[in-house]
């Protein structure tokens, strides 16, 4: 008895064609690769062969002396199921596939864990319900109340400058307080969750693994998504910091987030053992925050305008034209970012498609490998602009084991997060920036949330052009390894999107506070006073405090007790259950640091 392993299966392979034949197998996942033979059975023999459930695989017969092919098929297996190939006697006839034992439910997992939270979810709004009523608040003499918990330490920090301040700065830094996004923290906190899972394993679903090569999965969502958001807090944030100082220090603060994030970064490689100097791996995910923080923090010091008053606005005689303008100024009056921005987008595509790579056709995007091709044509040609230039400058100090290898069988090393990818990743950031304009630039919800929706509707438009809508046929296919257009597209539609509905719900109907996530992706805030002793709420951070501190600390800690732990069946109901637990530890963790004050400031 074969004991299979997770998102496996066993076929068992019968041959009664007279001559001896040959099974080749492999999965619809490696896009355009040659099949591989897996068996070599003569007339009357047997074999078992081990095969993936997670993609089809196309499966072909052929007989061994003449390569005449006998029949093909395609077929998706379940997880843990037995089945039988029977190759028949004569040409003409069709192999089948019978199933001999039923698979398991793979996703059966996951609905449960759905609703045991969703029970949670319940269980907890019946005791807030509780907690609220007058005859327990009587009974129990509780003084906190929910909401003062939510709101944080605005309310406090404003209530012990009460007596010092003026009411005219009271109403104006109350003002202020109550017009915080709390949508855009728990947009991030959101994002925060979705990784901490993502990075346990996802419970071993395929959905929550990034993918081979080309293609989308929710582990692709979580780091454009952290790149958008943290464009759009510097709209806010820059803002308020040039009121208040001056360019020279709003800049020095930029350089200097971007080199604490990015030797984090570093930092973080560099642990659990892998600290050998020769191979310390440089580029990393805070390495690529830091980078379009950087770049586009020095665009918008040096050239990004603020929304002017309406007497400072320019005045058109023609009143269509005036109303164009009107509709268009956050646009408009940043004419310069949006230039450079799109000169790094076409330095990315000029780099992309026209540098020549020794041994590798020209504008190649795919992962290269023996088995495309001649077998040789596409041999190193992984990533191929990208993963060129990461090899030239990088050598040894780049990501070693891409996903990519597995499969594709490819021998180089390609770094996800490598140079060539930032450029494009400044634009996911600019892109997030401009909806971060649509803040500060209008005032009416309703202005907000059309213009969020209107710009998801073009860069989906844009990604689906770019890929045709497909996942391997278009001219720029959706790619995370290589961080290519259409995946800055894709992601930052849906990013436009989620801002908007989050605003909705919680900004605007207040229909959700944004709990839990709240906790886990709120920004601190920082008491800036100024010369006249007035003092201002002043965001500090794009990215997000405890955002950082969560993401730092699940990855230094995310071998240990009780986050996991070994001695259990690596099937997906365990994994799931284990992975569940580390997310749900550290959102509570988020949920009481917040609950303390306590904030972590790069």
């Known amino acids: 008895m074969i004991d299979l392993e997770r998102d496996t299966a066993l076929l068992h392979v019968t041959n009664a064609y007279p001559t001896t034949v040959d099974v080749l197998l492999q999965s ?4 355009k690769c ?58 003409t006839s069709a192999c089948e596939i019978s199933v001999t034992q039923d698979p398991a439910d793979t996703y059966l997992a996951i609905w449960v864990a759905c609703g045991v939270y969703a029970v949670l979810v319940l269980l907890f709004n019946v005791f807030l319900w509780v907690r609220r009523r007058p005859w327990l608040t009587k009974l129990t003499c509780w003084q906190n109340d929910v909401k003062d918990t939510q709101r ?47 990075n346990f394993g996802g419970g071993g679903y395929w959905i929550f693994q990034h993918p081979t090569w080309n293609g989308l999965t929710i582990a692709d969502t979580v780091f454009p998504w952290f790149v958008f958001i943290m464009g759009t807090s510097m709209a806010l944030s820059f803002r308020g910091m040039r009121k208040r100082t001056s360019t020279r220090r709003v800049v020095f603060r930029v350089i200097t987030r971007s080199a604490k994030l990015f030797l984090v970064g570093f930092f973080l490689n560099a642990g659990h053992g892998r600290n050998d100097l020769g191979t310390v791996r440089v580029p990393g995910v805070l390495q690529r925050l830091s980078i379009a923080y950087l770049v586009s923090g020095f665009i918008e010091c040096f050239v990004g305008k603020e929304r002017k008053s309406s007497d400072e606005r320019s005045r058109l005689t023609n009143p269509t034209l005036q109303k164009i303008h009107n509709a268009l100024r956050d646009i408009v ?62 050598g040894s100090h780049m990501y ?109 109907k207040e229909w959700w506070s944004g709990w839990p996530f709240y906790c886990c992706g709120r920004n601190s805030i920082l008491l800036f006073f100024g010369e006249d002793l007035t003092f201002y709420w002043l965001e500090v951070l794009s990215i997000g405090m405890n955002s950082i501190l969560l993401y730092a600390g699940q990855n230094i800690l995310y071998d240990y007790f009780p986050f996991f732990w070994r001695g259990v069946p690596l099937t997906h109901p365990h994994l799931l259950t284990m992975d569940l637990v580390g997310t749900t530890l550290w959102v509570i963790i988020a949920v009481y640091l917040h609950h303390i004050k306590f904030y972590v400031k790069i």
């Not at 391997?472 to 257009?485: A, R």
Request: aromatic content about 10%.
């Open 333 to 394: 009056d940043n004419w310069a970012p949006w230039l450079l921005h799109l000169l790094i987008l076409l330095i990315h595509l000029i780099i992309t498609f026209l540098l020549p790579v020794p041994g590798c056709p020209t504008g190649y995007l795919g992962p290269g490998g023996p088995l495309l091709g001649d077998g040789v044509e596409y041999l190193n040609c992984t990533g191929g602009a990208a993963g060129y230039i990461d090899r030239l400058i990088l």
């Open 152 to 198: 944080g330490r605005q309310s406090q920090d404003i209530e012990m400058r009460s007596n010092s301040t003026p009411e005219s700065e009271q109403g104006l830094t109350e003002k202020k307080a109550r017009e915080r996004l709390r949508s855009l923290d728990t947009f991030r906190g959101l994002c925060i969750t979705v990784m901490l899972f993502v």
């Open 34 to 91: 040659r099949l591989v033979p897996v068996a070599s059975l003569s007339n009357g023999g047997t074999a078992d062969v081990i095969t993936d459930t997670v993609y089809p695989a196309n499966i072909a017969v052929v007989e061994q002396n003449t390569s005449l092919s006998l029949c093909s098929i395609s077929y998706h297996f379940g997880e843990y199921g037995h089945y039988v190939l029977n190759i028949p006697p004569h040409e």
């Open 28 to 31: 619809s996942d490696c896009y």
């Open 400 to 508: 070693q084991t891409p996903t990519v290898r597995v499969l594709y069988k490819t021998k180089v090393a390609f770094d996800p997060e490598g140079i060539l990818g930032s450029l494009t990743t400044i634009f996911n950031c600019f892109l997030g920036l401009q909806a971060g304009k649509f803040l500060v630039y209008y005032k009416e919800h309703s202005s907000r949330v059309i213009r969020w929706g209107l710009w998801a509707v073009l860069t989906g438009l844009l990604a689906t052009l770019l890929c045709k809508g497909t996942q391997n046929d278009g001219w720029i296919p959706v790619n995370k390894n290589l961080w290519s257009l259409s995946y800055v597209f894709a992601l930052c539609s849906m990013a436009y999107l989620l801002l908007a509905l989050c605003y909705l719900l919680v900004d605007v």
